[in-house]
């Protein structure tokens, strides 16, 4: 420390520290003391802020030139495609195989879809899963051949019945969905008509599937009111089933055939709804024979049928009676 010597205060007078002013600081400077203790006690947050104002800036910017950048880029890449294309790796083959239903214009559509035209660019995975979209396609294979073909394999479902909806017929597959529109190729397919016939026609086609002497000239299955089926054949005859023991009406109408040759009489209507019962409606032959076995004159077709009454149906020359004694046998006129 400096000393001070006795000459120094010979002059000294004493004074009252209070009497002292008080400088003041400059406000630019009080100003910067201040932003220095902000930005040391919240520094994360104003850098987190400052970030979010940048972002949002750019974002704002980018998407006011969002058409300038668009144009942009599709101007590169179609040059970046004219430059692949002129080095000799241009699409120019696509080879498909295994399509029946599916339209080969629907395939190369789902193809080309932003993939451009190089087999540089050609995304071959996002082709195979947009072609599996197709309703008949159950998997697709999509393979590049270097320089410049792409080669598509289709499996398709298998159709298994036809469905009428108005004045259009649909191939429906194992699991009741439509997989295209019928073609010359499916028309020996069991065909099913009426409205909700598709979501039950799998299981009925199976049960009858295990009776090709009930499927010879059968026509269509038609869905009644959602609830059960009838058989209609070509010549007219149309047999009615119940709504739950399918599989025993069907047994019991095999073995009606087998014995009887049923389907075969002159008789438009069977109806096998009620258990244990068969009920028959004689065509206009068999009627005029039942007439002339009573001796009276057939009754003309009302325009209502009237109430059943209970008799056994008519049998051919020779032959037993169609259904007695296994079962009662009731007739409709």
Do not use: C
Not at 126 to 144: F, I
């Amino acid at each position: 420390m400096q000393q001070v010597g006795a000459k120094s205060f010979a002059n000294a007078q004493p004074v009252d520290p209070r009497h002292f002013p008080v400088p003041l600081p400059r406000p630019s400077r009080r100003a910067l003391v201040k932003a220095s203790h902000v930005w040391v006690l919240h520094k994360q947050v104003i850098l987190r802020s400052f970030g979010a104002i940048l972002a949002l800036l750019l974002a704002f910017g980018v998407y006011e030139a969002r058409d300038a950048i668009g144009a942009a880029g599709l101007t590169a890449y179609r040059f970046v495609q004219g430059e692949f294309a002129q080095a000799g790796f241009g699409i120019d083959a696509i080879e498909i195989s295994g399509q029946t239903l599916t339209a080969d214009k629907d395939i190369i559509t789902l193809l080309t879809v932003g993939t451009g035209n190089s087999t540089l660019t050609f995304d071959a995975q996002k082709a195979q899963a947009r072609l599996e979209w197709l309703r008949a396609v159950k998997s697709a294979t999509v393979r590049k051949v270097y320089p410049n073909k792409v080669i598509v394999s289709i499996v398709e479902k298998v159709p298994v019945v036809r469905w009428r909806v108005g004045d259009t017929t649909w191939l429906i597959d194992e699991a009741g969905k439509k997989i295209g529109t019928d073609i010359s190729s499916y028309t020996d397919l069991p065909l099913v008509i009426g409205e909700g016939a598709a979501d039950d026609a799998v299981p009925m086609v199976r049960i009858l599937s295990r009776h090709a002497t009930l499927q010879n000239q059968l026509a269509a299955l038609s869905r009644i009111g959602d609830r059960r089926w009838d058989l209609i054949y070509r010549n007219g005859l149309r047999v009615q089933l119940p709504e739950n023991g399918v599989a025993q009406a069907l047994d019991q109408l095999d073995m009606y055939q087998a014995d009887y040759a049923l389907l075969d009489r002159d008789v438009t209507l069977i109806d096998l709804r009620v258990q244990g019962i068969v009920t028959l409606k004689p065509g206009e032959i068999a009627a005029e024979q039942i007439a002339a076995a009573k001796g009276k004159k057939p009754a003309k077709k009302p325009a209502s049928p009237p109430a059943s009454s209970t008799a056994s149906a008519p049998a051919a020359a020779g032959a037993p009676a169609v259904v007695a004694p296994v079962v009662p046998v009731t007739r409709t006129q």
